[in-house]
C-alpha cells in the first residue's frame, strides 16, 4: 500500500509518499525561512506558514511522483507533540484530503516517528530490529527512549529544563552567532580550545539518565559579563566558549547516556535523532560510547534525523503492519490534535 504523510509540528513544512517496503516515492519540504528575523520559531507565522504552503506542496508532490489519489491508501499526518497550531494545520488538512478521499487517516505521535525512523529500510541495508536505545535529541526535545517494540516505548529520562538543541541554539546568540545557533557554534568551536574553560555538569554522576542544560547556559553567560559589546568579543575567545561548552555538554550526554544504558541491559544498539544529531563532535563520543559497550551505532542521515515528513509515512506503515494482522484497520479521524502526547500513551492503539 501506499501512504501521504504530512509533517508540520514546528517550522518545516514537509509531505512524502512511502510505500509498504519502505521505498520513498516522493519527498517535498519547506523550511519556513520567515523566523530568522525572530530568533526562534514564532508558532503563529509558522501555522500560517504551513496552512499557506500545503496544498501546492501536496498537489506538485503527487505530480512529481507520478502518483494519482486512486493510488493512495492512507493519510497519516503529525497528530502531536508540537506547536499545536501547526499541528491542527496539518492535521486538519490531511483529514479534509482523508474525508473527501474516502481513505482512513491515521494520525501519527511526532516522537513515536523520531523514535522509528532508524527501521526505516533507506538508511540500513539490513533491518534494525527491536530492542534499541534512542537518543533523541532536538531544538525541542531532548530524552532517552527504550523502543521494545512499535507502540512500546519506555520513557528513561529527559530533560528537566531546556533541550540540548535550545541550549546550542541560546549559547549561540550569546556568541553573536545566528540562528539556528547550532551548526554555527559547531564551526566556530572548531577554531577553538575545549579545555579552555571549565563548566559545570548538571546531573553529572547521578542516578537515572535525566538532563539538565540551564546552568550551562548560565556559565556561558558568566563569562561574556565583561563583553557587553559583542564586537570587543575576541573571536579566539568566543571559539574557547564554544569549543568547551560543546565539550561540557557531550560530556554530560555520554555520562548520563551511561546510566541509560545500564538501565536497558538487554539492548545491542544506540541510535539517534533530532537536529543535534547532526554535530559530528557530539556523534563521534556517541559511537565511542557505543563501541565501549559493544553497541551498534546508528545515526539516520541528517535529513531523516531533523523533521521530514517519511518518518511520519513509515509509522503509519509499522502500525498499519500490526494492526492489519489483527484484522482491524485504524482510522483516527477522530484524533484531536495535542500539544503534549507522551509515548506511554502509544500502546493503547493495539488494545483492540
Ligand atoms: P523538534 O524539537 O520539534 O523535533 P526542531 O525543529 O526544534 O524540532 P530539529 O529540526 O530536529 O528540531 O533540530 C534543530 C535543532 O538542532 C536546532 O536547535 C539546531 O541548533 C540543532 N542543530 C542542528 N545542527 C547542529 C549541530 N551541528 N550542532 C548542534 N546543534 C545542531
Ligand atoms: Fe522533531
Known amino acids: 500500500f501506499k501512504i501521504l504523510a504530512i509533517e508540520s509540528s514546528c517550522d518545516d513544512t514537509a509531505c512524502a509518499i512511502i510505500r509498504s517496503d519502505g521505498m520513498v516515492l516522493g519527498e517535498k519540504v519547506h523550511s519556513q525561512k520567515e523566523h530568522v528575523h525572530f530568533g526562534g520559531v514564532v508558532p503563529e507565522i509558522a501555522a500560517r506558514a504551513h496552512m499557506h504552503h500545503l496544498p501546492f506542496l501536496v498537489n506538485s508532490l503527487l505530480d512529481e511522483a507520478k502518483v494519482s489519489w486512486c493510488q493512495i491508501d492512507a493519510i497519516a499526518a503529525t497528530c502531536g507533540p508540537g506547536l499545536i497550531g501547526g499541528v491542527i494545520v496539518g492535521s486538519s488538512f490531511a483529514k479534509g484530503l482523508a474525508l473527501s478521499k474516502k481513505i482512513p487517516f491515521i494520525g501519527i505521535n511526532h516522537i513515536e516517528a523520531h523514535a522509528l525512523t532508524v527501521r526505516l529500510p533507506d538508511i540500513s541495508n539490513k533491518k534494525i530490529e527491536f530492542p534499541y536505545l534512542l537518543f533523541l535529541t532536538s531544538g525541542g526535545h531532548c530524552q532517552c527512549i527504550y523502543v521494545d517494540d512499535v507502540g512500546k516505548y519506555q520513557h528513561l529520562g529527559g530533560t528537566i529544563d531546556d533541550a540540548a538543541g535550545e541550549a546550542f541554539d541560546k549559547v549561540a546568540k550569546m556568541l553573536g552567532l545566528p540562528w539556528p545557533g547550532g551548526p554555527a557554534l559547531e564551526a566556530l568551536a572548531k577554531e577553538g580550545n575545549e579545555n579552555a574553560f571549565i563548566m559545570p555538569h548538571p546531573l553529572y554522576g547521578r542516578d537515572g539518565c535525566d538532563f539538565s542544560f540551564s546552568g550551562l547556559k548560565t556559565a556561558v553567560a558568566n563569562l561574556l559579563e565583561p563583553y557587553k559589546d559583542l564586537s570587543c568579543l575576541p573571536r579566539s575567545l568566543a571559539a574557547d566558549i564554544a569549543a568547551s561548552f560543546q565539550k561540557t555538554i557531550t560530556d554530560t550526554i555520554i555520562n548520563r547516556l551511561e546510566n541509560a544504558i545500564q538501565m536497558a541491559p538487554k539492548t545491542k544498539i544506540l541510535a ?75 500502546k493503547s492503539r493495539f488494545e483492540h
Not at 551498534?296 to 541528517?302: H, M, Q, V
Not at 477522530?334 to 509515548?343: E, S
Request: hydrophobic share 45%.
Open 272 to 346: 539517534t535523532a533530532g537536529g543535534v544529531a547532526a554535530n559530528q563532535y557530539l556523534k563521534f563520543h556517541l559511537m565511542r560510547l557505543a563501541s565501549q559497550y559493544n553497541m551498534e551505532f546508528i545515526a539516520p542521515p541528517i535529513r531523516y534525523c531533523t523533521d521530514n515528513a517519511v518518518m511520519i509515512g513509515w509509522t503509519a506503515i509499522e502500525i498499519l503492519k500490526k494492526t492489519i494482522t489483527n484484522n482491524f484497520i485504524p482510522n483516527d479521524i477522530d484524533l484531536i490534535p495535542r500539544p503534549r502526547w507522551p509515548l506511554s500513551e502509544m
